[in-house]
């Protein structure tokens, strides 16, 4: 069977949501100009502008950076890799892996860790909140974690974007545990029109927001880009109500293909105004760690967290002291 785009080649991806066969040339093409459009539709960046971008050193880490590549003057990309400290799971190895793929892009990749930041591995410090009673899920260390290193690194930088690369399985997921919760604050700044709340955060974007993980899977096999073959260790401590939320969109989708990207597009369309409304909240700053807290709070979210875990004096607030200059 031939290709339904170019007519010429054998198809051989389905792509469910479009109903189409597409060769492995023209569903990579179709995938880089759905991200353009997307990119395009919301301003994302410009050219010229320093873009940093958080690579996992997954499959989506790659297809990120080959995507921007592709758009973006590469000599104004600039990468960091976390390495969360999780026991067989993105090791130095890997990142090792993903730097020398980077060079070849052009693209700087500077690697770091949560234990650099913090004085703590991801993994000690799961163990450290569990041992005493707080049992959390460890993505929640985690995302809180690399969103405030990303964004350390990006105000370093001076970068004008930090970039992600979400797909759009992931930011279905998040929106709908935002309605389910009646999070309307956190949906609303889900939007790509949103600015972040405070002048210390660097805008965030996600030019993969509306690509299947499917496939950014597909993609990366085509492509030749490693695939990570071990799993996070804490992927069963999951937060309970994604992990619903995450098996019943897949059930819908799977018999009403395109459902994700119906839920987001409509979302995207009712809220763009809203978004753009959204003034940044007045923001207090970490009596700890001098980074912005919502009002209602003493100290920021990830000081928090490690406090939960016995962590009374991370290692970013020993030199980024309140009242003292910045080491930016
Ligand atoms: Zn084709
Ligand atoms: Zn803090």
Known sequence: MKCDVCGVREAQIFQPHTGRRLCRECFIADVRERVRREVDRWGMFKPGDTLLLGLSGGKDSYVL???LAHLHDTSRIIAVAIIEGIPGYNREEDVRR???VARDYGVDVIVTSIREYTGHSLAELVYRAWSRGYRVAACTYCGISRRRILNFYARMYGADKTVTAHNL???AQTAVVNLLRGDRTGLIRLHPKARPASPLLVPRVKPLRKIYEWETATY??????PLQETECMFI????TLRARVREALYEIESRRPGSLLRIL??????LEEEAEKLEPDALGSCSKCGEPTSPARQVCKLCEILSRAGVERPLYALFSQKGEEQPL
């Open 98 to 100: 993903l730097r020398s």
């Open 169 to 171: 399985d992931d930011e």
């Open 265 to 270: 597009n409509i979302i995207d369309e009712l």
């Open 65 to 67: 950076l080959d995507i």
């Open 220 to 225: 990366a096999y085509i492509m030749g880009f």
């Open 236 to 239: 069963n401590t999951r937060p």
